[in-house]
């Protein structure tokens, strides 16, 4: 099954028949992109660390930049002066653009949100600002990111004021037709909405309902990560997926935990990103299959094996030449916290890693053995089945896969 709009289309390539996950294939104006897939951030047109060529290594295909910081520096004129984002990075692949709605909750000391948007001071020199909707995709059209996000109302979903996530919510469908109405670019670039509603499903159902009554490209479900508990976030992506069309893509965002990514994918979300994985390899963390591994505890000082066994980034690939053993853990060790060589190789790893967790979900899904494949993931991590997280065992549950029982 397939769906197409102007300038994206949506394969539906198979079904678990257990859980609602899927696979599916979502071209782009940068090319095609298989689903499910972890997106890379990189904020500021870069990805910390990494060249483009090394990132399109990876096997990336969509990475996410910021349109608040690129409004900023480079700033619009620059963008349109060198012809968008793409050709300002050396990135010939496809890109997602955040709307800058999430600053107001990382940034809200400095901003106050109103009907015509969010005035805030900037964080460059203090001087103050407006982000408006209209403004807003005006910077998108110009850093022109084949995936493109209206600007929202975000709070963090753990505020009690009720009254004012509702204000929020419905403020967010008001925001999302005054950007359909802005964007310039619906041949090339793709507007998605985002739905809000905090941790209230009744009011996430309105808002989904709303939402998909524009009828944009793709659907993102927002204003997660802000500190809520992993079952009331569960809960949301749950109730929110089972209402959104099957022939669009669906976006949660702000993920990027491994757990979080599985149990999302078996609750039917397809697209996630987080700058978690690059930054925690600027700590000297690696993250493998095993979980996650600090490099600079002295335990690694002279372990030589790769940083994961059998991981076929280019840190941890066997050097076919003779006497060499390539990159080892005690290397990054003795590295860590000392020269950016170690954060580099991280960042590597840690992004081949998400990237080639999503691949395997991918296959899995496609070939039926989907619920196996979770039961594995979890074991390798939690040898201990007493200690699985108790919010994704239950949240597994709700999609037909007992963790516990096998």
């Known amino acids: 099954m397939s769906a197409s709009s102007v300038a994206l289309t949506f394969e539906l390539v198979a079904k678990c028949s257990t859980t609602r996950a899927r696979a599916s294939t979502m071209t782009l104006p940068h090319g095609p992109v298989n689903l499910p897939l ?102 998108q059209n110009s850093i022109g990111s084949d995936i493109i ?18 204000e929020a919510m419905l403020r967010s469908v008001r925001w999302l037709d005054r950007c359909i109405a802005a964007h310039k670019n619906p041949d090339r ?51 929110c997926t089972q209402l959104l069309p099957e022939l669009k893509p669906r976006y949660v965002m702000g993920i990027g935990y491994p757990e979080d990514l599985m149990v999302c994918v078996a609750l039917g979300a397809d697209m996630f990103d987080c700058v978690w994985p690059t930054r925690t390899a600027r700590f000297g963390n690696a993250i493998t299959k095993l979980g996650v591994l600090n490099l600079k505890r002295e335990m690694y000082a002279a372990d030589f094996g790769p940083i994961e066994d ?27 916290a000392k020269e950016t060589v170690a954060a580099h190789l991280l960042t590597l790893h840690n992004v081949w890693y998400q990237l080639n967790l999503m691949r395997e979900a ?11 494949f979770i039961r594995t993931f979890f074991a390798q991590i939690y040898p201990d089945r007493q200690s699985y997280p108790s919010w994704a065992v ?13």
């Not at 929202?152 to 004012?164: A, G, I, N």
């Not at 003779?322 to 005690?330: D, F, L, N, V």
């Open 362 to 372: 991918r296959e899995a899904i496609i070939e039926d053995r989907f619920p196996a």
């Open 189 to 239: 670039q793709n507007l998605f909405c985002i739905i809000q509603g905090g941790l209230d499903l009744e009011m996430r159902r309105e808002c989904c309902a709303e939402m998909v009554a524009r009828d944009t490209p793709g659907i993102a479900i927002g204003g997660l990560s802000g500190g809520e508990a992993k079952d009331d976030f569960c809960r949301v992506v749950g109730a």
């Open 38 to 139: 972890f997106m890379p951030v990189a904020t500021q047109a870069s990805l910390k660390g990494l060249t483009p060529e090394q990132l399109e290594n990876t096997g990336c295909r969509l990475c996410l930049n910021n349109t608040y910081h690129l409004g900023l520096k480079p700033g619009q004129e620059v963008l349109d002066a060198v012809g968008g984002a793409h050709k300002f990075q050396g990135w010939n692949h496809n890109i997602l653009t955040d709307s800058g709605g999430f600053q107001m909750v990382s940034l809200l000391k400095l901003a106050t949100v109103t009907e015509e948007g969010v005035r805030f001071l900037s964080p460059h020199d203090g001087t103050p600002m407006l982000l408006t909707p209209e403004h807003s995709i005006s910077l």
């Open 394 to 406: 239950d949240a597994l549950r709700t999609v037909g896969v007992d963790l516990i029982e096998t």
């Open 149 to 166: 996000m209206q600007l929202d109302d975000v709070l963090v979903t753990t505020s009690p004021d009720k009254e004012r996530m509702r």
């Open 310 to 336: 059998g991981c076929g980034c280019p840190c941890c690939r066997p050097v076919e030449e003779e006497g060499s053993m390539g990159i080892t853990r005690a290397f990054v060790h003795h590295n860590a």
